[in-house]
């Protein structure tokens, strides 16, 4: 692999490529057709991955403390998978999330009925105060 490759590796088991453009590669060019080429070895192994760009990204510091002003696409790759590692586990995290998101589903009508049902009380003191049948309302 090309030693121009930055990896990082997560405690999750995530595992990110990335080939900068213009900072560590000579253009935006070379440092796609690099990305292009690990993930062609990578699908080979059998990973499965997902690539992505950011564009124009500025080199973080040069000297001093100040941009250097080099700009350049960011090509990422993101290893999903790796062969071995079994679908039943993305499964399980698939009806995890599904399950979130019907919990969080759930959530937001009870707070829809919650604010249905404030309105209405904060209607009928309206109405009562309105009416004179609170009377007036003294500070204590």
Same mark, same amino acid.
């Given at each position: 692999?090309?030693?121009?490759?930055?990896?990082?590796?997560?405690?999750?088991?995530?595992?990110?490529?990335?080939?900068? @453009? #213009? %900072?560590?590669?000579?253009?935006?060019?070379?440092?796609?057709?690099?990305?292009? =080429?690990?993930?062609?070895? $990578?699908? +080979?192994?059998?990973?499965?991955?997902?690539?992505?760009?950011?564009?124009?990204?500025?080199?973080?510091?040069?000297?001093?403390?100040?941009?250097?002003?080099?700009? @350049? #696409? %960011?090509?990422?790759?993101?290893?999903?998978?790796?062969?071995?590692?079994?679908? =039943?586990?993305?499964?399980? $995290?698939? +009806?995890?999330?599904?399950?979130?998101?019907?919990?969080?589903?759930?959530?937001?009508?009870?707070?829809?009925?919650?604010?249905?049902?404030?309105?209405?009380?904060? @209607?009928?003191?309206?109405?009562?105060?309105?009416?004179?049948?609170?009377?007036?309302?003294?500070?204590?």
């Amino acid at each position: 692999m090309d030693q121009r490759i930055k990896v990082m590796v997560f405690d999750s088991g995530r595992t990110d490529y990335s080939c900068w @453009g #213009n %900072v560590d590669f000579p253009s935006n060019a070379e440092a796609l057709r690099a990305r292009d =080429a690990l993930a062609k070895a $990578l699908r +080979a192994e059998g990973a499965v991955i997902k690539r992505r760009t950011l564009t124009n990204q500025l080199r973080p510091y040069g000297s001093l403390g100040c941009p250097d002003g080099a700009v @350049g #696409n %960011v090509y990422q790759i993101t290893v999903i998978r790796q062969e071995g590692e079994t679908m =039943a586990t993305y499964q399980q $995290l698939e +009806a995890q999330r599904d399950l979130i998101e019907r919990r969080l589903i759930e959530a937001k009508r009870e707070v829809d009925r919650l604010e249905t049902a404030r309105q209405a009380v904060h @209607g009928r003191i309206w109405k009562l105060i309105h009416n004179g049948a609170l009377g007036p309302i003294k500070e204590g």
